[in-house]
């Protein structure tokens, strides 16, 4: 897997953040920009060149799949060498395998259509809103998720409100879990969040392991190891 780490995507430097917003310029395709994270060699990303070979697979791996588990599938998915330790391509990845699972436990979409907007959507979600904004891009990709196959727009009154307790509830269990950030931990949480909150509220029941064991652990240097739920007892 040549893409695990979390350290840059050029260099393999480790990552630095900022506070400030930095004048930065892509080293993959020399756009200007505006970002928070460089390398300590000076590299810097953009979240669209980090990700687009990451939501490509995610897209056509959720296309051509009959899993019910989104747990089970999103591991799958994560073993591929396009989807980093962290990044932004986990927020597709959540309301992808969501979607799919959905389809495949009986719920009534149009996966191409969905995926689709699903895809739109998630795109415009950048890296880092975990820490920069306060809310986990896995939370809103889950909520995306919903909005989608709840038809929901900002004028919906049920729909709006149920979105918002996903949401909600996804990000009060990130936060019990705490920090760092880590996006296989808040992938795994939102989406078993969004499993139980559908099968409570909507009565489609996908499937999910009884206990989610993580195996990503030697590509983030954060780990939280023992205090992470999903650490390897």
Same mark, same amino acid.
């Given at each position: 897997m040549t893409? &695990?780490?979390? /350290?840059?995507?050029?260099?393999?430097?480790?990552l630095v953040y900022? /506070?400030?917003? &930095?004048?930065?310029?892509?080293?993959?395709?020399?756009?200007?920009? %505006?970002? *928070?994270c460089v390398c300590e060699g000076g590299?810097?990303?953009c979240d669209e060149c980090h990700r687009r070979a990451g939501v490509d697979l995610i897209v056509d791996r959720c296309l051509h799949s009959d899993c019910a588990n989104p747990i089970e599938?999103?591991?799958?998915?994560?073993? #591929?060498?396009?989807?980093?330790? /962290?990044?932004?391509? *986990?927020? %597709? &990845?959540? !309301?992808?395998?969501?979607?799919?699972?959905?389809k495949n436990s009986g719920g009534e979409i149009e996966l191409v259509e969905a995926l689709d907007e699903l895809r739109h959507r998630s795109m415009?979600?950048? !890296?880092? $809103?975990?820490?920069?904004?306060?809310?986990?891009?896995? #939370?809103?990709?889950?909520?995306q998720f919903h909005s989608i196959i709840t038809d929901a727009t900002p004028l919906s009154e049920d729909a709006w #409100? %149920?979105?918002?307790?996903? $949401?909600?509830?996804? &990000?009060?269990r990130h936060a019990d879990i705490g920090g760092p950030r880590c996006c296989k931990r808040t992938a795994f949480t939102a989406i078993l969040e969004a499993a139980d909150f559908i099968s409570e509220t909507?009565?489609?029941?996908?499937?999910?392991?009884?206990?989610? $064991?993580? $195996?990503?652990?030697?590509?983030?240097?954060q780990c939280k190891r023992h205090s992470c739920p999903y650490f390897p007892a």
């Open positions: 893409m &695990l780490h979390s /350290n840059c995507a050029i260099c393999g430097l480790p900022s /506070n400030d917003s &930095l004048d930065v310029i892509c080293a993959i395709c020399g756009k200007p920009d %505006s970002g *928070h590299h810097y990303v599938f999103a591991c799958e998915i994560m073993g #591929a060498d396009a989807i980093y330790a /962290n990044g932004p391509e *986990h927020h %597709s &990845l959540v !309301g992808a395998v969501l979607l799919c699972a959905y415009q979600i950048p !890296g880092g $809103t975990c820490g920069y904004w306060g809310c986990c891009g896995a #939370a809103i990709s889950a909520g #409100a %149920s979105g918002a307790r996903l $949401t909600s509830r996804i &990000l009060g909507m009565g489609i029941s996908m499937e999910t392991p009884e206990k989610v $064991t993580c $195996t990503f652990m030697s590509g983030n240097a």
